[in-house]
């Protein structure tokens, strides 16, 4: 029995997502999931730290397959193990009154625009 081809590997929204992908690569740095950077000059596919596209909301879940919006830059081992679970940010960053601990902030800021007052 053949397995269905995703929505993102077909049709339209392969073209968009071809196109969206090589924006990707040429703008993003950071890896959508851990934050650290990518090494875009990895082009062995197994290597677990390759660049790869994630789908920031799974097409599992109802995510677009191939709208820029719902596309990150990842490291391939931080996509896998993802997987098509969803990632809760807007939760952990909520405006609410309580302690901030470390880890309740991004893994990564660019600091090369900051100002000391």
Not at 7 to 12: C, H, I, L
Not at 28 to 42: A, L, M, T
Not at 74 to 85: L, P, S
Request: aromatic share 6%; charged share 30%; proline share 5%.
């Amino acid at each position: 029995m053949a397995r269905a081809l995703r929505a993102d590997k077909v049709g339209q929204n392969r073209t968009a997502y071809d196109k969206n992908k090589k924006k990707i690569l040429a703008t993003q740095e950071i890896c959508g999931i851990c934050g650290q950077p990518v090494d875009k000059s990895i082009k062995d596919i197994l290597n677990p730290l390759s660049p790869v596209i994630d789908h920031i909301i799974p097409i599992s879940k109802g995510g677009h397959p191939s709208d820029i919006n719902n596309l990150q830059l990842a490291h391939r081992w931080c996509n896998r193990q993802k997987a098509d679970k969803l990632i809760d940010i807007k939760s952990k960053f909520q405006a609410e009154t309580r302690e901030v601990k470390n880890d309740d902030l991004p893994l990564h800021y660019d600091w090369s625009n900051y100002k000391a007052n």
